[in-house]
């Protein structure tokens, strides 16, 4: 069950500056806590967000065991073109969540 | 003395001075008794929310960036999921709109009980009894985010405490249970939530303890957990034992304290740090 929240505006003007929000479910298990049987929890983290404008990559990010659980990612991001904002993670135990959200840059 | 003629005089002068000054100084008390006389209606009792940082106001306000509403997200899919051997849906009885107002009520009598229930024990009930499904376990995921999507309904609503008579025992065994010296460290809940509440406790606000945010997602657990964790919490932060998660001293808490926020306007999914 993929579990995202995105903010983006629905529309923007051509060489606007928009900000970018997003939140995703996820434990961030580190891989360094032992569990109640006294073994490690193996690690099962996010290892890279990705966001991309009509196909074309905007930013890559590279997460951390140090990052929070549920981690919320905002940046900014020049409108030039309507279409769609595409953002991916992925990580440990073949994560693998896609959402994408439509934009009308005019 | 020769003193004493020339300073009769001055201190005439001085009561004057005194008296004039206290006229001065009462004007302003008298001014400010009326206009708190005025505002004797208004509520002191704080949220933890007003406690909280603005960062992490802001957290909480944006729906988009407060954790609670992946919670409340799931827990609006999970809603409407046929589970158990009854194949139903909470969706397949209940209502939506049917949830506003649940969180702020409750707890209330279990209908053929003599204890009062919580909203987590009337979702378990429903769980077990009704879907026939395998019960939650306790501060499980799905629970937690069946409870978050209830809670939400009520966001905005003031608690508004059920008046049913045979809640008054359980009312007063919370109350009995709130003032109760427990642990190694000998404090009752009141010692710091009602005498100390708004001071420091090694760098932290003293919250006022009203209930108005649950489930809530506390940063230090990364996690969105109930108000009977909260409670587990400061058990163990006064070196006391907890009491096992099916007790019935928690929702006896539970119905004084929100008996104590009564009128407080209901926030969940609450962001606390």
Redesign the interface.
């Known amino acids: ?1 993929t ?1 995202v ?3 983006a505006p629905k529309t923007a003007k051509k060489g606007e500056m928009i900000e970018l ?1 997003t ?3 996820h434990p ?1 298990e580190t891989g360094f806590r032992p569990g109640t049987n006294g073994r490690l929890i193996p690690r099962n983290i996010i290892e890279r967000f990705t966001a991309s404008w009509n196909g074309a990559e905007i930013l890559r990010m590279d997460f951390s065991p140090a990052i ?3 981690p ?1 990612v ?1 940046f900014f991001a020049v409108a030039t073109e309507s279409g769609k904002i595409t953002f991916r993670w992925t990580g440990d135990e073949g994560f693998a969540v896609e959402e994408s959200v439509a934009i009308d840059v005019a | 003395m020769k003193a004493s003629p020339s300073k009769s005089p001055s201190l005439s002068m001085l009561r004057e001075l005194i008296g004039r000054q206290a006229a001065l100084v009462l004007l302003p008390a008298i001014f400010a008794a009326s206009f708190a006389l005025a505002q004797a209606g208004a509520d002191k009792r704080r949220s933890g929310y007003q406690d909280m940082g603005a960062a992490l106001q802001k957290m909480q306000d ?4 407060n ?1 609670g ?3 409340v ?2 827990g609006q ?1 999970l809603w409407s999921k046929p589970a158990g051997a009854a194949n139903k849906a909470c969706d397949d009885c209940h209502s939506v709109a049917d949830m506003k107002g649940v969180s702020v009520r409750y707890p209330v009598m279990a209908k053929d009980g003599d204890k009062p229930i919580d909203l987590e024990g009337r979702i378990r009930l429903c769980r077990t009894a009704n879907q026939q499904a395998e019960p939650f376990a306790p501060e499980s995921r799905d629970l937690l985010s069946l409870m978050a999507f209830v809670a939400n309904q009520s966001r905005g609503l003031p608690i508004t405490p059920s008046d049913d008579p045979q809640l008054t025992p359980f009312r007063e065994q919370g109350a009995t249970i709130w003032g109760r010296r427990q642990g190694q460290l000998n404090l009752s809940c009141a010692m710091c939530h009602d005498d100390n509440a708004g001071k420091k406790l090694a760098g932290v606000t003293i919250p006022e303890a009203h209930p108005t945010a649950y489930p809530i997602y506390r ?1 230090e657990w ?2 969105l957990g109930s108000l009977k964790r909260r409670l587990r919490n400061c058990l163990v932060g006064v070196r006391a034992e907890a009491y096992p998660y099916e007790a019935s001293e928690y929702v006896a808490l539970e119905v004084f304290l929100m008996d104590r926020a009564k009128g407080m306007i209901f926030e969940s999914p609450g962001v606390r740090p």
């Open positions: 069950m579990n929240l995105i903010n929000k939140l995703i479910m961030m929070a659980a549920n919320f905002s | 944006d729906d988009t960036a954790p509403m992946l919670f997200q799931l899919q940063l990364q996690a």
